[in-house]
């Protein structure tokens, strides 16, 4: 397995693992795990944006969520899940 695999696999685990915190309600480990992908492995990667947003969401930071949310969308601008969500967040302020 070649190094740019390895690192894709090592995000995909990362991400995973990240939506299993978030549905364990572990929003905390769900965060590190998504901020970790995107400062440290891959800083375009909107899956894991849009999970770390959703679990500052579910803490109360609703500002940071928004801004998180803000670059899965901007990332990936066609993929209706981020922008409902973020849609979703904005009414709710």
Same mark, same amino acid.
């Given at each position: 397995?070649?190094?740019?695999?390895?690192?894709?696999?090592?995000?995909?685990?990362?991400?995973?693992?990240?939506?299993?915190?978030?549905?364990?309600?572990?929003?905390?480990?769900?965060?590190?795990?998504?901020?970790?992908?995107?400062?440290?492995?891959? +800083?375009?990667?909107?899956?894991?944006?849009?999970?770390?947003?959703?679990?500052?969401?579910?803490?109360?930071?609703?500002?940071?969520?928004?801004?998180?949310?803000?670059?899965?969308?901007?990332?990936? +601008?066609?993929?209706?899940?981020?922008?409902?969500?973020?849609?979703?967040?904005?009414?709710?302020?």
């Amino acid at each position: 397995m070649d190094n740019k695999s390895r690192l894709a696999t090592i995000c995909q685990l990362y991400t995973n693992r990240s939506l299993c915190y978030f549905s364990l309600n572990k929003h905390d480990k769900a965060i590190e795990d998504a901020d970790y992908v995107v400062t440290t492995i891959d +800083p375009k990667n909107a899956k894991a944006f849009f999970r770390k947003g959703l679990s500052l969401a579910k803490v109360g930071k609703t500002q940071e969520a928004i801004v998180e949310l803000q670059k899965a969308v901007k990332l990936e +601008p066609g993929t209706e899940l981020y922008s409902n969500e973020l849609a979703n967040l904005r009414k709710s302020k």
